[in-house]
C-alpha cells in the first residue's frame, strides 16, 4: 500500500503521477444535464455525446455556458456505468431546452479535489492511486465527480486535464 507521500510516484502505478488532493467546497450552480448510460470501452463515445446534447441545447435555448463540463458516476459495473453529464451555465432557464436535456444543480459541498494531466486512457490508473490514497486515509469513496478541463476535441490527450472531485464518507 502507498502511503500519501508516494502518490505522485510512479511506482508500481505505471507512468502516471498524481499529487496529493487539494480539500474543497463544492458549490451549488445551475446545470443542464443528461442522464445515460455507456460501456466501459464506449465511454469516451457515451459521455461524447451526451454533453454534445447539452451544448446542442445550451446553443438552442440561447443560454451561456459558465463552466467545464462535469460528469457525474451515478452506478457502474464491471462491464457499463450510468451517468449524469452536466454543464454550468449562467442562469436557469424556466424549461429545459430539449427533451432528454433536464435543469438542475452541480454537485455541493466537502470533497476531495485530484487533478489529472494526461490521456482519457490513463484514469483507470488514477483511479488506482486515488483508492490507494484513500484507503492510506482510511476513507471510503462515496461519490465522484469529473470536471474536463481542458476540451478533448482541441487539446492533445498528454495535455488534458480532468479534475476528479472525490466525496468520502
Known amino acids: 500500500m502507498q502511503s500519501p507521500a508516494d502518490l505522485g510516484k510512479a511506482g508500481g502505478h505505471g507512468d502516471v503521477t498524481l499529487a496529493p488532493p487539494e480539500a474543497v467546497t463544492l458549490t451549488a450552480r445551475p446545470v443542464l444535464f443528461v442522464t445515460g448510460k455507456a460501456t466501459w470501452d464506449d465511454a469516451e463515445e457515451g459521455i461524447g455525446n451526451a454533453v454534445n446534447a447539452i451544448f446542442a441545447a445550451i446553443a438552442k435555448g440561447n ?75 482510511s476513507l471510503s469513496m462515496k461519490k465522484v465527480y469529473e470536471e474536463y478541463v481542458t476540451d478533448p476535441t482541441v487539446t492533445a490527450p498528454e495535455k488534458m486535464i480532468t479534475n476528479i472531485y472525490v466525496v468520502t464518507e
Open 63 to 137: 443560454l451561456k455556458a459558465a463552466g467545464s463540463a462535469m460528469i457525474e458516476y451515478l452506478d457502474s459495473g464491471d462491464e457499463e456505468f450510468q451517468f449524469k453529464a452536466m454543464v454550468p451555465i449562467e442562469a436557469a432557464p424556466a424549461k429545459a431546452p430539449g427533451k432528454d436535456v433536464k435543469v438542475g444543480q452541480s454537485p455541493a459541498g466537502p470533497a476531495l479535489k485530484f487533478v489529472h494531466q494526461g490521456a482519457f486512457e490513463d484514469l483507470e490508473e488514477v483511479y488506482n492511486r486515488i483508492d490507494d490514497f484513500l484507503v492510506a486515509k
